[in-house]
């Protein structure tokens, strides 16, 4: 029986398949391929030195600018710098500016062509989490728009977000944490929200976390007095290159004193990762 329906499948798949006939008058299957010009190669000629190279990572965290001077200036041979950027790549300044000041430290011109090949990709943006927590049972902030400045050369990127409408949905990354002691119980809502943030420019950036009651704020320059005092300031290195570009805003709200069903912003923390 099974014979039967395998010859009865193949008999099907046969006459599906495109049939001609030869000279001879034989049936031929017609391959789909075209019937113009052909060409041949034969691989054996291919060169078996032109296959890529295959490098050995190392689990050590990359050479820097700095460290790939101070070992030229140590004494190591080119060859050795080769190799160990081969196999723990660089975080380095793989631009003109940067091999030219690398040259003039007088690193080897067959390292600066390494350190252009395996350079990690230069930074385009940083990861930004953020994390607010609302301690007590509240409605409402008193200050309802949270604000992040950062300076990015000649430009000020601004990040907000409108408590009130965060705080009438749910997030699918939010958490209520009941941090209870032996006299007081108290809930801490916790709501998490991350993103990505473009900088154009490398080096020192001032950030300013603030919470205002306006919600049209492009400017740190636009805060009241009142606000700017509450504000609070930071500044990060943002490097060139970097195995990863995460940084980490905190911001706590506390239940009013008085108006127990209001939130008053309570400050922040901003903190970053780079390696």
């Not at 029986?1 to 049939?19: C, E, F, H």
């Not at 003109?96 to 007088?106: E, F, N, P, S, W």
């Not at 300031?233 to 004193?257: Q, V």
Request: proline fraction near 5%.
């Amino acid at each position: 029986m099974i014979a039967q329906v395998l010859a009865a499948a193949l008999t099907l798949a046969a006459s599906q398949a495109p049939v001609s006939f030869s000279s001879s008058g034989g049936p031929q299957v017609a391959l789909p391929f075209p019937t113009g010009t052909t060409q041949t190669y034969n691989i054996i000629q291919w060169d078996p030195n032109q296959l890529p190279r295959i490098y050995e990572r190392s689990d050590q965290l990359p050479l820097t600018d700095e460290e790939l001077t101070k070992l030229s200036q140590a004494g190591f041979e080119p060859a050795q710098l080769v190799k160990m950027i081969e196999e723990r790549r660089c975080a380095c300044d793989a631009s003109a500016d940067g091999l030219i000041k690398l040259k003039k430290a007088g690193v080897d011109k067959t390292v600066l062509a390494a350190v252009s090949r395996h350079g990690i990709a230069p930074n385009r943006e940083l990861d930004l989490l953020v994390t607010m927590d609302f301690t007590g049972e509240s409605r409402v902030a008193r200050e309802a728009f949270l604000y992040f400045f950062v300076d990015d050369g000649d430009l000020t990127r601004v990040f907000s977000a409108n408590i009130t409408d965060l705080l009438q949905r749910r997030n699918r990354h939010e958490t209520t944490v009941d941090r209870s002691d032996i006299l007081v119980a108290r809930t801490v809502r916790r709501v998490q929200l991350s993103g990505r943030v473009p900088l154009k420019t490398y080096g020192k950036h001032n950030v300013l976390v603030v919470a205002s009651a306006s919600p049209t704020l492009t400017h740190p320059s636009q805060l009241t007095p009142q606000e700017r005092a509450k504000s609070q300031s930071y500044t990060f290195d943002y490097p060139r290159a970097s195995l990863m570009s995460l940084c980490r805003l905190t911001a706590g709200y506390r239940r009013d004193a008085v108006l127990n069903y209001k939130w008053n912003f309570e400050g922040s923390r901003f903190e970053c990762e780079w390696n």
